[in-house]
């Protein structure tokens, strides 16, 4: 199998198309597509469904990328190893995240001081997507992780809160039960509009009248300032407001359900150097950005 047409295959599945990945490479992109042909004649497989939007590995590609991308990775930090300081880390890291995650902000920046020469991609979205059709390194998840193909090293465990303004406290009263809140307007989060947004209050399970569902914990945050409902925030998103006074704990004796935060990556791959550093140091500076948010 011919290696430089590989490499070419893994840069084009990392940078999502023939021309992205022609820019990057300084290959020309007729050079580069023969090339990838060649590839897949001399496979006898499909490794690309190309389109107008890009391309998409099939089942074949999938399987060349995951082993072919090793080697390659391997070879890039042997080049490294050689041509620089050996405490000095170089490379793009590709990372996914929920959106309006702050805390990650201040970490991620201390992380880019510590490796100037790394830069840093970030994909911020709410679906769970495929860390090897989507080109990430590691993607940060919130939830319980359960897939064969990754590995999952866990960071932090958590509560959401259930919040409101003092105003809307003061119009409705301070509730003393889960039912109490059948009183009050409330905005839910849910991961689209066809769900529910139920919330988990200790051992109860409450479904809010909501008059606003979303999942945007912003836009959640920003209604329950404006004293217009209760609502569940991430304690990054909660804690200084209720510190201002802009909004207050309800029914705290009723939890949410714990949370738990892991960073995720390919288990088949073996993390580069790039995604060590990255794992390594989150797990060391975990509390120093975090714990004053999350706790």
Known sequence: M??????????VVQAGSLSAAADKTHVPLPTLSRRIRE?????DVQLLERSPRGIKLTEAGSRLYEHASRGVEALNEAQQAVMNDETR??????LSMPPNFEPWWDLLGAFQQRFPEISVSVF???????????????????????HESMVARQMLKYRHLLVAAPSLLAQFGQPASVEDLHRYPCASWAADSSARGLWRLGHQVFEPKSVLVANDYALLRSRAVAGQAVTELPPFMANKEIAAGRLCAVLPSHPLPEQTLSLLYPSQRH?????????????????????ANVE
Not at 130 to 144: E, K
């Open 271 to 291: 993390p580069s150097r790039l995604v060590r550093a990255y794992l390594d140091f989150c797990q060391e500076q975990l509390k120093t950005y975090l714990s």
């Open 124 to 146: 911020s979205t709410e679906r769970r997507i495929d860390l090897v059709q989507d080109g990430i390194d590691v993607s940060l998840r919130v939830g319980t992780i359960v």
């Open 2 to 11: 011919d290696f430089n047409a590989t490499k070419m295959f893994v840069s």
């Open 89 to 94: 880390l170089k490379g793009r890291l590709r």
């Open 39 to 43: 590839l897949e004649r001399e496979l």
